[in-house]
Nanobody
Framework: QVPLVESGGGLVQAGGSLRLSCAAS????????MGWFRQAPGKEREFVGN????????NYADAVKGRFTISRDNYQNTVYLQMNSLKPEDTGVYYC????????WGQGTQVTVST
């Protein structure tokens, strides 16, 4: 019911980088923990990382630790996922999550990493 839009995906070679964005309208995200998840073909959706409301605390799945960075701009009401050193196994649809009542998943953005 609440608009939530992921963007920034695309096709990139292994070793390359992408920056994903998650933007919301209508209500502020500033008080919420935010997360990123992804789903590869034939697999269940998995946790990528999350970030505290202030942006001071982040944590990441082992598979992406050291390569991905989550940040946020509460003034712009946007959360980012910077992905570096991309691998083919990073391919999938990436979704952001609002850890707050009343928010649904967005449509996701496709990330494809070629060899």
């Amino acid at each position: 019911q609440v608009p939530l839009v992921e963007s920034g995906g695309g096709l990139v070679q292994a070793g390359g980088s992408l920056r994903l964005s998650c933007a919301a309208s209508g209500r502020t995200l500033s008080s919420s923990i935010m997360g990123w998840f992804r789903q590869a073909p034939g697999k269940e959706r998995e946790f990528v990382g999350n970030i505290s409301p202030s942006g001071n605390i982040t944590n990441y799945a082992d598979a992406v630790k050291g390569r991905f960075t989550i940040s946020r701009d509460n003034y712009q009401n946007t959360v980012y996922l910077q992905m570096n050193s991309l691998k083919p196994e990073d391919t999938g649809v990436y979704y952001c999550k609002v850890y707050m009542m009343g928010w649904n998943w967005g449509q996701g953005t496709q990330v494809t990493v070629s060899t």
